[in-house]
């Protein structure tokens, strides 16, 4: 019974505030003012890029060839060997001192013999950049109309001066 009495109550406060009556013009308005909006999108985008650099890097020209110092550093260091061992291992330790006299000189020639020249180094790396891009999204007109100057968004762009119709709704009803 209550449930029956409050839709009865509400229908009828609806029913009176309900009666309302909505009119329909078109109307011409002077753009008086245009703005363009805006919207901006930052995105990242890597890139393989070549780095370079000049380095001082170190020469040896002579170090690894096999020459005469080095011939002579083998003679050497087989007559030391060869005094040194006896027997059997004679000609072991002859063949090991003429390695190692050899070796000797080249050491000497890697030490004395440093010149260093300028090369340029490179390598790829990966960089990021940001990139912002910007896109219209509409236009904020200002229309003169009826005496008042209004705002509304629009997708086409106008000029100002240029005269629009525009849709006006008037809705009446009771309080």
Known sequence: MIKHFFLLFVFSIIS???QAETRVFQAT?????????????????????KRCVI?????????QTFGADNFIG???????GNQ?????GK????????????????????ASN???EEREVCRIEKVVYSETKEQISGYKLDVEIDGDTISINSNK?????????????????LN
């Open 16 to 18: 009176i505030n309900g």
């Open 29 to 49: 308005g002077s753009v008086s003012s245009v703005e363009v909006l805006k919207t901006y999108t930052t995105q990242k985008i890597p890139r393989n890029e």
């Open 55 to 63: 380095k001082r890097i170190p020469v040896n020209q002579n170090a």
């Open 74 to 80: 083998a003679l050497i260091g087989g007559a030391i």
């Open 84 to 88: 040194i061992g006896s027997g059997g």
């Open 91 to 110: 000609s072991g330790s002859t063949a090991l001192g003429a390695i190692i006299g050899s070796e000797v000189v080249r050491s000497e020639k890697n």
């Open 114 to 116: 440093r010149d260093y």
């Open 157 to 173: 762009s106008y000029n100002p001066g240029d005269i629009i119709t525009l849709t006006k709704k008037i809705s009446y009803s």
